[in-house]
């Protein structure tokens, strides 16, 4: 793993972010997002927000982790089922329905949209689907080991390594499957054009294309710190009642993502040897979650890049766009080519 490609000396490190979403990325700025979604006939379709105001528990120190955790659990989630709603909206029409740009905006009618209730829904069989293997499998299956021992740190730091155990190969189970092997390319094109911006470079495929795909400020490296932080914490209550185990376990969970965040956010910004082989275990774990992108997807990265690296007073826009982000002025259609003489 070459760190300089990683650490780069130059670099001046942003808060921007992102995620990769269905054909496209979000990318979160000091005031907005970003989400661009790639159609099947090549088009960027893309829609910005502002964010809300940071509020005072986003300067104390661990809350604003969990704030933060919590905010972009909920974001993440949102902009994943959007861009499923915009590609169902322009995927190609069948032969028996009427054409996909044909689709009203909103098909019930004036009432309430369902897209929040689904979020939520979503949202809450995620976090069982984490509590339930990420939490209560791990320790209910280590509890079958008392018979071998009963040295309670020995038994939490097998809970913690079956637990991040579980967690690579529920990855590389995962990445095996066409749509998420894209999804993970355009993680990699989030990360690479990020690297090229923090480096003062211009924002262009080629330009970006030369960095790695891997980042110290990534939400999968949060993910390790969070596991690897367990591991250290839980090894510390010893080992009671399996009932209290997994409580214990969902009580702490803030705290844990809280120094996590912390964690993150000082390895993004410091280069040391202490932060690179704290960042390792995090680092090893990219390697898994990203791919190498094409062309096509590191000029999303950049459409969505540019997007929220513009003035504060820039309204709110959707619809298609350039390869800067930039709004076009109306919606092209194939039909609307002109004909040949």
Known sequence: MDFSKIFIKDARPTKIGGQAVLEGIMMKGEDRTAVVVRLEDERMHIKTERLAPAGRASRIPIVRGVVNFASMLMLGMRTLMYSAEVLEKYAPADDDSPDSRDKPENDNDGGASPFGAAMIFAVLIAVAFVV?????????AVNWF????ENAVALNLFEGVLRIALFVAYIVCISRMKDIRTTFEYHGAEHETIHCYES?????PENADSFETLHPRCGTSFLM???IIALLLFSL?????????VLSRIIFIPLIAGLSYELLRYAGRADNAFVRVMSVPG????KLTTRKPTHDQLV?????LKAVLVPQDTEEYEGFCDEDGALLPEEPHADDAPLAE
């Open 132 to 140: 339930g293997v990420f939490i209560v499998v791990p320790t209910v």
């Open 300 to 304: 999303v990265a950049i459409a969505a």
């Open 283 to 286: 680092l090893l774990l990219q």
């Open 200 to 204: 003062g470079l211009p924002l262009t």
């Open 237 to 245: 209550l010893g080992w009671p009642s399996l009932l209290y185990r």
């Open 146 to 149: 008392q018979g071998f021992t």
């Open 225 to 227: 710190f969070v596991m």
